[in-house]
């Protein structure tokens, strides 16, 4: 069976984006792309820890819910949040109801703020960028973790982070355009203008997990 199906508009997308509706547009119009700004990477390393444990599909159907819920993740906001917007958030059947996860998140709004004293979140996160990323042809060769996932999730930590571990941070580095490890014969592959043919790259490690 291929990784990469060819889609009816003539486009090569991985299997996973390939025949849900909502998935495909992820695919094709926001996943591997830049993403720098504060708001926009709370909102991701939020949603990541959310997904931790379940498919991103059901996060993705939820994110209305959760901008909803969390006040479009402004990180402002979310960190004035007490105990009644605890409950709220518990009482919230759009969102995923998890006690240390919304914790988490409130925790990591309040860590937001703090890191704008050292250039602010979109600084810190992408200073852990590679000097090369993979260039997987099938899933097999997608990595899961890399060392700067690694050294992030650790650098994050000691900032008051909490369900930053290296899968998780992995996964968000692909999904803001960090490492891109769209497949070779995907039509998204170097779309993020991030990582331009030409472009020092590296084969994929074997993927572990260390989570």
């Given at each position: 069976m291929t990784d990469v199906i060819l889609g009816?508009?003539?486009?090569?997308?991985?299997?996973?984006?390939?025949?849900?509706?909502?998935?495909?547009?992820?695919?094709?119009?926001?996943?591997?792309?830049?993403i720098r700004d504060e708001q926009g990477l709370f909102e991701?390393?939020?949603?990541?820890?959310?997904q931790s444990g379940l498919?991103?599909?059901?996060?993705?159907?939820?994110?209305?819910?959760?901008?909803?819920?969390f006040r479009d993740f402004d990180p402002e906001v979310v960190a004035t949040f007490d105990d009644d917007d605890r409950a709220r958030l518990m009482a919230d059947a759009g969102i995923v109801r998890n006690r240390l996860k919304i914790?988490?998140?409130?925790?990591?709004a309040?860590?937001?703020l703090t890191l704008r004293d050292e250039g602010g979140l979109g600084a810190f996160i992408w200073s852990f960028s590679p000097s090369e990323t993979p260039r997987p042809s099938t899933f097999s060769e997608v990595p899961t973790t890399s060392t700067e996932s690694v050294a992030l999730s650790k650098?994050?930590?000691?900032?008051?982070?909490?369900?930053?571990?290296?899968?998780?941070?992995f996964a968000l580095m692909e999904a803001v355009g960090i490492v891109d490890t769209h497949l070779l014969d995907s039509h998204r592959r170097g779309s993020s203008g991030v990582w331009a043919e030409g472009s020092p790259v590296v084969?994929?490690?074997?993927?572990t997990n260390v989570e």
């Open positions: 009816a508009d003539g486009l090569s997308r991985p299997r996973w984006a390939a025949t849900d509706g909502l998935l495909q547009s992820y695919y094709d119009t926001e996943w591997g792309m830049p991701r390393l939020s949603l990541e820890a959310f498919s991103w599909a059901t996060i993705l159907k939820k994110r209305p819910a959760f901008r909803l819920a914790d988490a998140t409130i925790d990591n309040r860590a937001t650098a994050l930590k000691k900032k008051g982070f909490r369900f930053v571990g290296p899968t998780t941070m084969s994929p490690p074997e993927s």
